[in-house]
């Protein structure tokens, strides 16, 4: 259903309406297609049990296969319509309107010479393949390349345009393939990265290598694809060891390139901005970051999958900030977007951690109803929360911690000090078992920390004198310099201990066990 969900949030009913005079009545689907489409773009329904229901009420039990032929057919309809669709929209700028046009060209292109209509294509290819070389869609000119190339050799015996068109395949084929390394390198190495947020202990001496085999590629073109995929690989060699002074130097690079160039480079300036408030972040050097948000923001489309995790960066700048209030108004925005729904699993389990921290800062006082639009989090239930988080939950050193951390917090500022006792016993055993000295070595600290509380009854002044070793470790390495991930501190842990201590009093707590 995710799917079909996002393809009804770009094929929307105003542009349906739009293309409707011109649309075949061959395209049209039946009447049970289109209330299927009305029940999706409406939010009535967003799973496929619901839709069944609700398109076949009395029958769910036996309507499964007549629903997916319904929704087959949906489904090529939208893709129909998705290519007559006019792309001259204002969330797109030039290079994305010409891109979108030169693909329907090409398409133009390929069934003329499938009927051998070669000179019909010849004249298509002579309006847009300049466009191609200006705006570096590498792969689109390299296949017009050889159908001149084909044309002018076999057809037309041209010889100049053939020589011509042959050097042209013979450089666009080249920087193809440096175009394709690097993608390839990146995404091999970033896709540990997908569902954990651990540490990469490989990726550093692996990156480096594999960037020395992009690097002439980069230095002898300058193709928008290559400078993308290979300035990422090359990130990756500093941010994968929390190196943020000589990633953010890897980014201001990569900016100032796609800054250079004759068109807006929406999606890189986007990557890479992002990837400048994160090495801000950590540095904290917050004025910069959110400078660099604001300029990221001003490229994006509302609704987009960058645009929520920009909104992700910036919950933690603002928790970072301890603006409390501004990460609670980013949240429920973000949350209540129309499309957060169609997000991957694992990013809206990010957000259910945001909401357990959130609703911890406001049962501390952090957070109260002058702090945020309309602040409040309520009927907040762990059980329910540790059933969202399943992704994570297997994530033994990345996102789990905050997940164990939190729940330790929260019980011990509700003062359920007997369940603390039992979840403290069982994260004692996961810091031995998980967390070594050199891997996440601050959240090691913390939830030694955290233990104390247990070991010194609860007692506040005891638990700053058993703890005091722990805190010392901890402020010996600053968070810029941690060897962690930079969102597995959601609030850095010198401001959670404080919160932590504040809630205890003076009085010992003794066991019912």
């Given at each position: ?70 929704k087959n057919v949906l ?128 990726i550093p001496k692996e ?236 959240s090691n600290c913390f ?67």
């Amino acid at each position: 259903m995710n799917e079909l969900r996002e393809l009804i949030g770009i094929v929307n009913k105003n542009k349906l309406k739009a293309v409707a005079p011109v649309t075949l009545k061959a395209f049209v689907p039946g009447p049970l297609a289109l209330k299927l489409y009305d029940l999706v773009a409406e939010g009535k329904v967003f799973t496929d049990a619901e839709a069944i229901a609700a398109l076949y009420p009395g029958k769910e039990k036996t309507s499964a296969k007549q629903y997916q032929r319904t929704k087959n057919v949906l489904w090529d309809y939208l893709v129909q319509m998705l290519l007559v669709i006019d792309p001259a929209l204002p969330q797109f700028n030039t290079r994305q309107r010409l891109y979108f046009d030169c693909y329907k060209k090409l398409a133009a292109v390929k069934m003329l010479v499938g009927r051998n209509a070669y000179m019909g294509s010849v004249e298509i290819i002579s309006d847009f393949y300049r466009t191609c070389l200006k705006y570096e869609f590498t792969e689109i000119a390299l296949d017009v390349a050889r159908i001149m190339r084909l044309y002018y050799g076999s057809l037309e015996g041209d010889i100049k345009k053939y020589q011509f068109y042959s050097k042209e395949v013979a450089h666009l084929e080249e920087v193809f393939r440096y175009e394709n390394l690097a993608e390839y390198y990146y995404t091999d190495l970033i896709i540990g990265f997908v569902n954990s947020k651990s540490a990469q202990k490989d990726i550093p001496k692996e990156a480096t290598r594999l960037f020395k085999m992009v690097e002439p590629g980069l230095q002898k073109y300058q193709s928008y694809r290559l400078h993308f995929m290979g300035r990422l690989l090359e990130l990756l060699i500093y941010s994968s060891v929390n190196d943020y002074k000589r990633s953010g130097e890897v980014c201001d690079r990569a900016i100032s390139f796609f800054e250079g160039k004759p068109y807006t480079a929406n999606v890189p300036l986007q990557a890479f901005l992002y990837q400048e408030m994160v090495c801000y972040l950590q540095l904290r050097d917050y004025t910069k970051g959110r400078a660099a948000a604001d300029r990221g923001l001003m490229l994006l489309q509302e609704g987009s999958f960058n645009w929520f995790k920009y909104q992700e960066l910036l919950v933690y700048l603002a928790m970072h900030t301890e603006q409390y209030g501004d990460a609670y108004t980013i949240y429920r925005r973000t949350v209540k977007h129309r499309r957060f729904t169609s997000l991957p699993s694992g990013i809206q389990q990010i957000w259910k951690i945001f909401e357990a921290y959130l609703f911890y800062l406001q049962e501390c006082g952090k957070i109260t109803g002058d702090s945020g639009e309309g602040a409040s989090i309520s009927k907040f239930r762990m059980a329910r929360f540790l059933n969202e988080v399943p992704l994570y939950n297997k994530d033994r050193r990345g996102l789990n911690i905050p997940i164990l951390i939190f729940q330790i917090l929260y019980m011990i500022l509700t003062k359920r000090y007997d369940e603390t006792i039992d979840r403290i016993e069982a994260v004692e055993k996961y810091t031995s078992r998980y967390l070594k000295k050199d891997d996440n070595f601050r959240s090691n600290c913390f939830i030694k920390m955290l233990l104390q509380v247990a070991v010194a009854g609860f007692h506040r002044a005891a638990v700053l004198r058993h703890s005091e070793k722990y805190v010392k470790m901890l402020k010996s390495v600053p968070l810029d310099f941690a060897n962690q991930a930079h969102d597995i501190e959601l609030i850095p842990y010198e401001a959670l201990w404080e919160m932590a201590v504040n809630s205890l009093d003076n009085t010992i707590h003794k066991s019912r066990r």
